[in-house]
């Protein structure tokens, strides 16, 4: 991402400045943001009752963001399209904060993670997908998909964790 830094001040200060910011910078390359159903996140690889018990969230939101064995309903790719903007818009607005060295990258890329969150539960929510089959909708109720139990939109969380590389 490129970065422009303009500060009024002496040569002293803005060294100091870009020297805090560099540190930030570097402690954040160290994180990553894990949104979703993220493996380190609990209970979320383990059987799940709403699904009596047959299949874990990991698995149904495999299942459906592929379409395996169901109609592909790309709920994270959605989701995805909008958050590199996102993810722009809480850097811009942490942006002081980092430069002055009060920012906690962890807590910036939490707010990252929490907002998308939002947006991967918006995409399961709201995503114009090829309805369900007259057999799902008799036995679900409704035509409109991956909403039956609302689980896997609820279930949907982040964590910030050291990145794997």
């Not at 830094?5 to 954040?28: D, F, P, W, Y």
């Not at 379409?67 to 942006?95: K, N, S």
């Amino acid at each position: 991402m490129k970065m422009t830094v303009r500060q009024k001040s002496s040569g002293k200060h803005i060294r100091e400045r870009l020297n805090t910011l560099m540190e930030t910078i570097a402690q954040a390359r160290e994180l990553e943001i894990a949104v979703g159903y993220p493996r380190d996140a609990s209970g979320l690889g383990t059987p799940e009752p709403a699904y009596d018990g047959e299949a874990s969230i990991i698995e149904v939101a495999i299942r459906n963001n592929y379409g395996l064995g169901v109609p592909r309903r790309a709920f994270f790719e959605e989701a995805r399209e909008g958050m590199q903007d996102m993810y722009r818009e809480v850097m811009r607005g942490t942006a002081r904060q980092m430069l002055a060295g009060e920012a906690d990258p962890r807590k910036v890329l939490d707010l990252a993670g929490l907002r998308a969150e939002t947006a991967v539960r918006d995409s399961i929510a709201d995503g114009n997908w090829q309805p369900n089959s007259p057999a799902t909708i008799a036995r679900k109720g409704s035509s409109k998909p991956l909403i039956d139990t609302s689980t896997m939109r609820n279930r949907v969380t982040h964590i910030v964790r050291k990145a794997e590389r």
